[in-house]
């Protein structure tokens, strides 16, 4: 059983870099095929991908956060972690890590963190 959990600051200051990391049991992140994902939901909006990281250490950012987003991994300690720099408060949050299978037609996020808030405010 794979479980994963997100840990981080909760609040973070407006032009600082927000640094979250996942923690993974129960499964490794270098393990075919799976893909490690950073997902953001802000208060009464919808989910939105951030980026993700594949077994394989390759990198992939959603374009609209390419610019300011890092994520990173340490396999030795079975993490992985999301940067975000220059933070605004459009970027407070739920912020989410999960396990991705990607398909052809469509994506399969079947584990999920618990989120954890991310407040961005001075």
């Known amino acids: 059983q794979v479980q994963l959990q997100e840990s981080g600051p909760g609040l973070v200051k407006p032009s600082q870099t927000l640094s979250l990391t996942c923690t993974v049991s129960?499964?490794?992140?270098?393990?075919?095929?799976?893909?490690w994902s950073w997902i953001r939901q802000p208060p009464g909006k919808g989910l939105e991908w951030m980026g993700a990281?594949?077994?394989?250490?390759?990198?992939y950012y959603s374009p609209s956060l390419k610019s300011r987003t890092s994520i990173s991994r340490d396999t030795a300690r079975n993490q992985f972690t999301l940067q975000l720099s220059s933070v605004t408060p459009e970027d407070t949050a739920v912020y989410y890590c999960?396990?991705?299978?990607?398909?052809?037609?469509?994506?399969?996020?079947?584990?999920w963190g618990q989120g954890t808030q991310v407040t961005v405010s001075s």
């Open positions: 999960a396990r991705g299978s990607y398909y052809s037609d469509y994506v399969d996020f079947d584990s």
């Open positions: 990281i594949a077994y394989s250490g390759s990198t």
């Open positions: 129960g499964g490794s992140i270098t393990t075919n095929y799976y893909y």
